[in-house]
Each structure stands twice: as structure tokens, then as C-alpha cells.
């Protein structure tokens, strides 16, 4: 009877070490699954960064020149301005001679 009862034991190991391995190998397949969606997103994000360095440069390119552009508008402004002024400032010196 001894040996019956062993024999169930063994079994009875046997088939919980079975259950005990279907679980682990379901537990690696569902980990398995999410490393792989994790690679995925990974290199989406790549990609993304990738992305968003080139729209980067382009509008450092475009921030660049528009500020060329402006600076050189107002050094223009400027320029003109100055001819009035020089202008104006050689009026006022005729006059103050004709007013002597």
C-alpha cells in the first residue's frame, strides 16, 4: 500500500510540476509579447526624436533668417532716419546762420 501511495505522491508531483511549467512558459510568452511591443515603441520614439531634430533645425534656419531679415530692415529704417536727421540738422544750421 506503501508503495501505491508514493506512486499517487510521485504522480501528483508530477502533474503540479507540469502545471507549474505551462504557467511559467504562458508567463514568458505574455513577457515575451510585451518586450517586443516595447521594442516597437522604442523605435517609434526614434523615429519621433529623429523627426523633431530635423523640424528643429529647420525652423532654427528659418527663425535665423527671418531675424537677418528684420535686423537688416530696421538697420534700413535706421539709415534713412539718419539721412533726415542729417538733413534736418543742416536746415537748422542755415538757418541759425541766416538768423545771425
Do not use: P
Not at 520614439?45 to 527671418?66: A, C, F, G, H, P
Not at 534700413?76 to 541759425?96: A, F, P, T
Request: charged share 35%.
Amino acid at each position: 500500500m506503501e508503495n501505491e501511495k508514493f506512486q499517487e505522491l510521485v504522480l501528483k508531483r508530477l502533474e503540479d510540476n507540469e502545471k507549474f511549467q505551462a504557467l511559467v512558459l504562458q508567463q514568458f510568452l505574455v513577457l515575451t509579447g510585451e518586450i517586443q511591443g516595447l521594442k516597437s515603441d522604442i523605435k517609434d520614439l526614434k523615429t519621433n526624436i529623429k523627426d523633431l531634430k530635423t523640424n528643429q533645425l529647420r525652423l532654427e534656419t528659418k527663425v535665423e533668417n527671418d531675424v537677418v531679415e528684420q535686423l537688416r530692415g530696421l538697420w534700413e529704417d535706421r539709415q534713412v532716419h539718419l539721412g533726415y536727421y542729417n538733413e534736418i540738422n543742416g536746415s537748422q544750421i542755415r538757418i541759425e546762420g541766416k538768423l545771425e
